[in-house]
Every structure is written in structure tokens, then in C-alpha cells.
T-cell receptor, first 112, second 116 residues
Framework: QKEVEQDPGPLSVPEGAIVSLNCTYSNSAFQYFMWYRQYSRKGPELLMYTYSSGNKEDGRFTAQVDKSSKYISLFIRDSQPSDSATYLCAMSLYNQGGKLIFGQGTELSVKP | DAGVIQSPRHEVTEMGQEVTLRCKPISGHNSLFWYRQTMMRGLELLIYFNNNVPIDDSGMPEDRFSAKMPNASFSTLKIQPSEPRDSAVYFC??????????????FGPGTRLTVL
């Protein structure tokens, strides 16, 4: 079993839809949770991060962490065609410095 | 700022050949990471350096892979001998500090390696 599981999709939605992207994990010691966005043939870029549990909002994006269920989510409101990309969740332990464990990534397509 | 620079962008080689991938991190960044991305396995950390010192190489798949960082502005990932299963996109990333892990890692454009 992988430490971090993410449905690879692809996920296709119409413009303006609310998108929900999710990851589950097995290691309860993960403390840092991140979402990276990767456009086709580019390197990933950090979108949002949260520490421990709770929610964080940044514009149209909301990240949620539920440590009791070992489940994290990224919500995109009013999705735009420019949001079409692969979204990767990433996690880290408290004491492992910059070592990130990534999910496989979910490919999202937002249709005009 | 030019960002993280990787070369070559594409590499096609034959099984058994030596492959060297190169990375120039963002100036002033103290941490450097090498990743491999495939459809099957996703994005995997191979090794990371802090202040030019290898900190964690537990992701290096086998002895055929080696990485060096002779100075703060240059790193190499070498595969010798290469095998078809090494075909992947290899990313280099750099970060100002290894801590906290939420400190943004800036990724390069990647090297697409094909081993025939």
C-alpha cells in the first residue's frame, strides 16, 4: 500500500463548477500537507499548504485536512479553463526536513 | 531570476549507456532535490542535499544511480548503466531551506529520459 493515495482521474468538469480533489494517507505522523499544481510538460509549483488539521482558504482555493480520517481535500470554486492541470498532494513528517511524499496526482480538465 | 535550470531537456539513449543529468539551482537556495516522475509511480524523491551535503538518498533505486553536488550552483544525477525502466521525467528542485517542508520547492522544467 502506498503511503499516499490519490485518484489519478482524469476529472473533467464544466467551467464554473466546484471541484473537489482528495488524498488519503496511511502514516498518522504526517504533519505538513501541501498541494502542488503541474501544468503539462512543466514542473510542479506549490499551490497551498496547511499544518496539522484545519482549513485554509486562498482566493478560489480551499485546502482541508482531516487527520482523524487521514484525508485531505482541495476545493476549487468557480473553476476556470486555466485551472486545467494535474494536482498533486504532498505530505511530510515533522522531523524529515524537506522530504515530501507525493500522491500520484489527479488530472483535471475544465471545459469552457 | 532564471529559476532552476536543467539540462538536457530531452535525452534518448540506448540501454547500457551512461546518462548524466545536470541541474543549476536558484542562487542562494541551500537545498536541492532530485525527483523522478512516471505514470505508474508518480513523483518520487530520489535524493536531497542541504548545503551541498547529501541528507537522504533512501529513494535512490539502486547502485546504478549516483548524485553529486560539488558546489552550491551545480548538481548531477548519473545513471550507469542505464536500463529501459529508467525512462521517466527527472526533475530537479531547489528550496531556500529544507525546513519547514512547506517552504516552497521550486522545480525545474525536467529532463525527459528515454532509454531504448
Amino acid at each position: 500500500q502506498k503511503e499516499v493515495e490519490q485518484d489519478p482521474g482524469p476529472l473533467s468538469v464544466p467551467e464554473g463548477a466546484i471541484v473537489s480533489l482528495n488524498c488519503t494517507y496511511s502514516n498518522s505522523a504526517f504533519q505538513y500537507f501541501m498541494w502542488y499544481r503541474q501544468y503539462s510538460r512543466k514542473g510542479p509549483e506549490l499551490l497551498m499548504y496547511t499544518y496539522s488539521s484545519g482549513n485554509k482558504e486562498d482566493g478560489r482555493f480551499t485546502a482541508q485536512v482531516d487527520k482523524s480520517s487521514k484525508y485531505i481535500s482541495l476545493f476549487i470554486r468557480d473553476s476556470q479553463p486555466s485551472d486545467s492541470a494535474t494536482y498533486l498532494c504532498a505530505m511530510s513528517l515533522y522531523n524529515q526536513g524537506g522530504k515530501l511524499i507525493f500522491g500520484q496526482g489527479t488530472e483535471l480538465s475544465v471545459k469552457p | 531570476d532564471a529559476g532552476v535550470i536543467q539540462s538536457p531537456r530531452h535525452e534518448v539513449t540506448e540501454m547500457g549507456q551512461e546518462v548524466t543529468l545536470r541541474c543549476k539551482p536558484i542562487s542562494g537556495h541551500n537545498s536541492l532535490f532530485w525527483y523522478r516522475q512516471t505514470m505508474m509511480r508518480g513523483l518520487e524523491l530520489l535524493i536531497y542535499f542541504n548545503n551541498n551535503v547529501p541528507i537522504d538518498d533512501s529513494g535512490m533505486p539502486e547502485d546504478r544511480f549516483s548524485a553529486k553536488m560539488p558546489n552550491a550552483s551545480f548538481s548531477t544525477l548519473k545513471i550507469q548503466p542505464s536500463e529501459p525502466r529508467d525512462s521517466a521525467v527527472y526533475f530537479c528542485a531547489s528550496s531556500p531551506h529544507p525546513w519547514p517542508p512547506t517552504d516552497t520547492q521550486y522545480f525545474g522544467p525536467g529532463t525527459r529520459l528515454t532509454v531504448l
